[in-house]
């Protein structure tokens, strides 16, 4: 025990920002693509149930389409934002991981890749949740369209 080199505080540090980053992102965008999927998923769902109670007749008919394909683009890109999200917690782990051993020159440029690709990352998601809401708000819209 006493042979033991004791770690930096600096080296904690960064491994413990590390743990929590990645645990408070995916938990957090994990829910919010669950609801986008599931909200659009249901919306979809509840679009085809009236639909296929009641035909829609004229433009209706092409609004009742317009609001399933909506709903149904919400939900794959529910999908995509989740995969980003994936991403963006592997790069900032990577990052942080390297962050806590700093002692070589030559993985600054590697940090530096990696902060650069997770920044990345987490733009395309947050754009993918947004289209999502988005989408199901077109969706919605077309739904009060083909009722009229």
């Known amino acids: 025990m006493e042979n033991q080199i004791p770690e930096d505080p600096y080296q904690i540090l960064a491994r413990e920002r590390s743990h929590e980053d990645a645990r408070q992102t995916v ?16 919306a979809a769902v509840a679009g085809l149930a009236y639909y296929g109670a009641h ?23 529910a999908i995509f934002a989740g995969l980003y999200v994936r991403r963006t917690t592997q790069e900032w782990s990577s990052f942080w991981e390297l962050k806590s051993y700093p002692d070589a020159a030559e ?15 987490k733009r ?6 947004v289209s999502s809401e988005v989408l199901f708000l077109a969706g919605s819209l077309c739904l009060i369209l083909s009722f009229g």
């Open 124 to 129: 395309r998601s947050t754009g993918f949740l």
């Open 107 to 121: 993985r600054v440029n590697v940090m530096e890749l990696h902060r650069q690709h997770a920044v990345s990352s």
């Open 55 to 77: 035909v829609p007749f004229g433009s209706g008919r092409f609004a009742a389409l317009l609001t399933i394909i909506l709903y149904c683009f919400g939900v794959f890109t």
């Open 27 to 42: 938990a957090t965008n994990r829910m919010l693509v669950q609801s986008l999927v599931l909200i659009n998923g249901g």
